[in-house]
């Protein structure tokens, strides 16, 4: 009996709890309704969302409101926007680097430097040769001076004419060279690199050879604005080379073989000769033959 009556009592106390229990899910399931819906895994049909209890595990559908998905498309938009922009820029700074990396090679095929070929060094290492005339290797504004001194001493050139020479030769080495002091010394690999500076700078490659009417004029004693061969020669003993050179040099720039070369032809073959890399051209024999090649 008393077994019994123990056993009817912890029926009701189970039974007891186990509706409280009951209660309890109940009220859980309803406060979760109410929850702020960032505490669920949503699964998206239009505004209504199928959420997960946290505690139970039960599912019930509940209502998200139609602005917070509008917040979440527009957060959505703009950081899709934000990507695109990201990507336009890197594409758009890769073709920016493509257009530019085309133009300099464009701009490279355009505007080659001249005076790269060995024709052209061989040819101004000819005229170093010349221009170093006390032969020590080196050119000096001396040796400037000294050339000069030569074409003028013939007398062929009036005191307003020499004056002008002078200042043109003054301003030659100048802009080719430097400033003038006894220690700027011009190798024939300096040489080189100052003309082919001046060749390459539009400016300055105009004014290369505006020495060149005074020298003409110095050796045109008769004025006649043409040279013979034998003035021809006196040009040739002022640059300190043969007249066996200056008859080689003459037969190949007398290219109508008339036997005279006017001023035009000499200031246009003189230029050319610094201007040119094209080897069939005569004014490589301008300044007399070339040196052997190095």
Known sequence: MALSIVS?????????ILERNMAATVGALQQQQHQPLSTFPTSDCNNNRLVSGSAHG???LVYRPATALQNVRLYSKKAAGAATMRRQDSDSDSDSDDEFERRRRNANVKHSERGDSEFWRR???????????????????????????RFSDLGHLSDEMAEEFNEVIKQTWEEQFGEITPYNLVTAEQFLTDLH???????????????????????DFDHTGHLDLEQYKLFFRCLGLSEEDAAISFAVIDKNGDGQVS????????????????????????????????
């Open 8 to 16: 009817r009592s912890l029926l009701r106390t189970s039974r007891e």
């Open 58 to 60: 039960a599912w019930s």
């Open 123 to 149: 040819k101004m290492r000819t005229l170093h040769r010349i221009m170093d005339v006390n032969h020590d290797g080196v050119i000096s504004y001396d040796d400037f001076k000294l050339l000069a001194k």
């Open 197 to 219: 500076h001046r060749l390459n700078d539009k400016k300055m490659a105009k004014r290369i050879g505006r020495f060149l009417p005074y020298l003409f004029k110095a050796v």
């Open 263 to 294: 001023l035009k032809e000499f200031v246009h073959l003189g230029r050319q000769f610094f201007l040119t890399e094209d080897e069939t051209k005569i004014s490589k024999m301008f300044w007399g033959p070339l040196i052997a090649d190095h």
